[in-house]
């Protein structure tokens, strides 16, 4: 498979795009007097497994599904597992899948991915819109059912970021799932204590958690060069983090709902986020990265 690497630039910012490979952001750099400073976690190889990537897009869901057995409209659907070594699918379809570039100009380039039904009994057309100005990066995910029956629906991005001791997250968040050993959700808390999101150190910190009642807005910010990033997602109200221990970056991101909401009763779905999509009904995401 040919990856080809898209590149688009706007004033002092940079942004490199592997379609082939799951729709994916290979790096996001600020291009300063001292040099390239990345603000997503950044790769100049090529890749072809999309985990190397620094942002790929979640859809048609984000997070696991327990088991990949779900029931939806009286059907009990299954799903293989997409990561090795876990039973439990994730993230959907798009990230293990290659995208078309469309429109492509020297700042912005469109995306699309077509998902004929199988193991996920739909069709349905995805597409992202990435967008650059001197200030930021604007991205926009969507998803269109293509089946003549309802869909259930969710979408998210996950961001990598670079982390050193001193890097900080600041964003407000109203409650915790504590996990599993299958990183699958067990109670629901306070997002207090260790599970603090206000003004945290966040390298490092051991967590693999989803957040309900976000803001919509997180703050990253790098002490050391004196830069800061800030994520705006209004169309997204949870929020995932990953920070292992001494890898040296972080995910944090904008996700439309809970982890395994799909396993939850279908009375619940809304709650938790999941809208089921009518025949030729559209999902969106928009998410903003701004220098600050």
């Known amino acids: ?10 004033g002092p910012l940079m942004l490199d795009v592997l379609p082939a490979v799951g729709g994916s952001i290979a790096r996001f750099d600020y291009l300063g007097p001292e040099g390239r400073q990345p603000l997503l976690r950044g ?14 897009p979640l859809v048609p869901y984000a997070n696991r599904i327990r088991g990949g057995v779900f029931q939806c409209d009286g059907r009990e659907i299954r799903l293989a597992g997409n990561l090795a070594g876990d039973a439990s699918p994730l993230h959907g379809q798009g990230w293990r899948a290659a995208w078309l570039a469309e429109n492509v100009a020297s700042d912005r380039l469109d995306m699309v991915y ?9 069709d349905y057309e995805a597409r992202q819109q990435l967008v650059l100005s001197a200030e930021g990066l604007s991205m926009k995910l969507s998803c269109q059912n293509l089946s003549a029956t309802p869909m259930p629906c969710g979408l998210g991005l996950h961001p990598y970021y670079p982390c050193t001791p001193g890097t900080l997250l600041d964003t407000s968040v109203a409650s915790v799932w504590t996990v599993d050993a299958d990183v699958l959700p067990v109670e629901q808390l306070p997002a207090a204590g260790r599970y603090s999101l206000h003004h945290r150190p966040i390298c490092g910190q051991d967590l693999d ?20 990033l800030q994520l705006d997602a209004a169309d997204a109200s949870y929020f995932q983090v990953y920070s292992p221990v001494g890898r040296g970056f972080f995910a944090a991101e904008p996700v439309q709902h809970a982890n395994a909401a799909l396993n ?4 619940q779905w809304r709650q938790q986020g999941i809208m089921m999509l009518a025949q030729g009904e559209t999902r969106r995401l928009q998410a903003r990265f701004s220098l600050v």
């Open 1 to 10: 498979m040919t990856c080809e690497r898209l590149t688009l630039r706007a």
């Open 114 to 122: 077509r998902h004929a039904a199988g193991e996920w009994p739909w």
């Open 209 to 228: 958690n989803g957040f309900g009642g976000w803001g919509g807005t997180a703050r990253i910010t790098w002490p050391e060069s004196g830069r800061g």
């Open 264 to 267: 939850a009763p279908q009375d």
């Open 43 to 56: 790769t100049d190889s090529p890749y072809s497994d999309v985990l190397e990537a620094a942002c790929f």
